[in-house]
């Protein structure tokens, strides 16, 4: 086992909470004494923001049933760089926090016609346990963890997978507990246009998905592809796959524009339990504004499937004339009663 916290963070909150218990006496005594309020020094101040920083991120640790803090490095600093002025009685957190000013892109279009156009991705998996994590943060007692994170260590697994929609900056995380397979896509894909599809594009006929070529959702694997036409007949929808090509998914808005600050958001904490995961992913933000929904999907996956021997011959897929490889419609069938 290893002691996983920086070493000065306990007795830095101990100092800050001294300052501040010590300044709140002193006003009192003054009010008191008719002589007037007493406003606090500068790192009073700076002491009182930072306590009110760490209540904004407090995290419940559900294994121990108690509560303990985690702030970003860079969240500190943000606030310590602003000028405080502080009179009295300890500022609500949520006075220190700028509002979101951010804004709304109209609704996608292609070709004249109502299209939702969303970026499509899996993240990492990551294993649930005591582990250690990479990163830095702020903690008010020492967080004992295991030093490898071997999985026969581990509890269990997250296995999210993100879609972006560009014209609402909204993020949509649904993470799964079993296995990272085209099925679980397709799941993550459905869940999301039956919870919020609906409601924000009442009149889409399409739905346009930008993915990465690999991982479950390979533009190389038929048995995605099967899975997609399932989905499509299921939802009564078209559905639209534009892949990256190989070496250019860097180049997918949901790289830079969601998954950075989710990582950034779960930097250094411990992953010890699935509902820790959605609590950490679910308070993601940027100073733009982006909003991130998640979902924990418990459905188990079968591994070791295979695509149909007639489904090569006899799918409907359409492929496009350019680009044809990462380029393809899956139309819903027609069902004949």
Same mark, same amino acid.
């Given at each position: 086992?290893?002691?996983?916290?920086?070493?000065?963070?306990?007795?830095?909150?101990?100092?800050?909470?001294?300052?501040?218990?010590?300044?709140?006496?002193?006003?009192?005594?003054?009010?008191?004494?008719?002589?007037?309020?007493?406003?606090?020094?500068?790192?009073?101040?700076?002491?009182?923001? +930072?306590?009110?920083?760490?209540?904004?991120?407090?995290?419940?640790?559900?294994?121990?049933?108690?509560?303990?803090?985690?702030?970003?490095?860079?969240?500190?600093?943000?606030?310590?760089?602003?000028?405080?002025?502080?009179?009295?009685?300890?500022?609500?957190?949520?006075?220190?926090?700028?509002?979101?000013?951010?804004?709304?892109?109209?609704?996608?279009?292609?070709?004249?016609?109502?299209?939702?156009?969303?970026?499509?991705?899996?993240?990492?998996?990551?294993? *649930?346990?005591?582990?250690?994590?990479?990163?830095?943060?702020?903690?008010?007692?020492?967080?004992?963890?295991?030093?490898?994170?071997?999985?026969?260590?581990?509890?269990?697994?997250?296995?999210?997978?993100?879609?972006?929609?560009?014209?609402?900056?909204?993020?949509?995380?649904?993470?799964?507990?079993?296995?990272?397979?085209?099925?679980?896509?397709?799941?993550?894909?459905?869940?999301?246009?039956?919870?919020?599809?609906?409601?924000?594009?009442?009149?889409?006929?399409?739905?346009?998905?930008?993915?990465?070529?690999?991982?479950?959702?390979?533009?190389?694997?038929?048995?995605?592809?099967?899975?997609?036409?399932?989905?499509?007949?299921?939802?009564?929808?078209? *559905?639209?796959?534009?892949?990256?090509?190989?070496?250019?998914?860097?180049?997918?808005?949901?790289?830079?524009?969601?998954?950075?600050?989710?990582?950034?958001?779960?930097?250094?904490?411990?992953?010890?339990?699935?509902?820790?995961?959605?609590?950490?992913?679910?308070?993601?933000? +940027?100073?733009?504004?982006?909003?991130?929904?998640?979902?924990?999907?418990?459905?188990?996956?079968?591994?070791?499937?295979?695509?149909?021997?007639?489904?090569?011959?006899?799918?409907?897929?359409?492929?496009?004339?350019?680009?044809?490889?990462?380029?393809?419609?899956?139309?819903p069938e027609v069902q004949v009663i």
């Amino acid at each position: 086992m290893v002691v996983y916290s920086l070493a000065y963070a306990q007795s830095a909150q101990q100092d800050f909470q001294t300052r501040l218990t010590q300044a709140q006496t002193d006003v009192a005594a003054l009010n008191q004494s008719g002589h007037g309020q007493k406003a606090f020094s500068e790192e009073d101040a700076l002491a009182q923001a +930072t306590e009110a920083i760490l209540t904004r991120y407090r995290v419940k640790d559900y294994v121990q049933l108690a509560y303990w803090e985690q702030v970003e490095q860079q969240a500190v600093r943000r606030y310590q760089d602003r000028p405080v002025r502080v009179m009295g009685a300890p500022p609500i957190p949520g006075e220190l926090h700028p509002r979101n000013r951010g804004h709304r892109a109209p609704e996608g279009h292609l070709s004249g016609r109502r299209q939702s156009r969303d970026e499509y991705g899996p993240q990492k998996r990551e294993l *649930i346990g005591k582990l250690y994590r990479e990163g830095v943060l702020y903690t008010q007692e020492p967080i004992e963890v295991f030093d490898p994170d071997w999985a026969s260590l581990a509890t269990g697994v997250a296995i999210p997978h993100g879609l972006y929609d560009l014209s609402d900056n909204g993020g949509y995380i649904q993470i799964g507990t079993s296995h990272d397979t085209t099925e679980s896509a397709c799941d993550s894909i459905r869940y999301w246009w039956t919870t919020y599809g609906p409601h924000r594009y009442p009149l889409a006929d399409s739905i346009l998905l930008l993915c990465d070529g690999g991982r479950s959702n390979s533009s190389r694997h038929y048995l995605f592809k099967q899975d997609l036409q399932r989905l499509a007949n299921d939802l009564g929808i078209e *559905i639209r796959i534009a892949h990256y090509p190989p070496y250019t998914s860097k180049y997918n808005p949901i790289e830079h524009r969601l998954f950075p600050h989710v990582s950034r958001a779960c930097q250094g904490m411990i992953f010890d339990h699935v509902q820790t995961v959605q609590d950490l992913i679910a308070r993601t933000t +940027t100073q733009i504004g982006v909003k991130v929904f998640t979902t924990i999907l418990d459905k188990p996956y079968q591994t070791g499937r295979t695509v149909a021997e007639d489904f090569k011959a006899t799918m409907t897929i359409v492929f496009d004339h350019l680009l044809t490889p990462w380029n393809y419609t899956a139309v819903p069938e027609v069902q004949v009663i």
